[in-house]
């Protein structure tokens, strides 16, 4: 191995030591934020397809009409 590759390495090293110091006190912030969002997601996705699936034989035409042509999009 060179010298130049040694140094590299040392270099990458480092460079990665420090940014995970840096990241680290932060990582249970992150996937809580992460946790949160993905369960906020979750529960809109539901209730969209609780939406979709209610029977629609009580709105009149025009609504009908309306929910059809953004379900199809």
């Known amino acids: 191995m060179s010298i130049k590759n040694k140094v590299k390495n ?3 090293n480092k460079i990665k030591k420090v940014a995970f110091k840096v990241i680290k006190p ?3 912030f992150i ?12 529960i809109i996705d539901a209730i969209f397809v ?4 209610t ?3 009580d709105l009149p035409p025009e ?3 309306i929910r ?6």
Do not use: W
């Open 10 to 12: 040392k270099a990458k």
């Open 55 to 57: 029977d629609s034989s």
């Open 31 to 42: 996937l809580i934020i992460g946790l949160l969002f993905f369960a906020i997601c979750t």
């Open 50 to 53: 609780q939406e979709v699936q």
């Open 68 to 73: 059809n042509l953004c379900i199809e999009k």
């Open 63 to 65: 609504q009908a009409e």
């Open 26 to 28: 932060f990582l249970p």
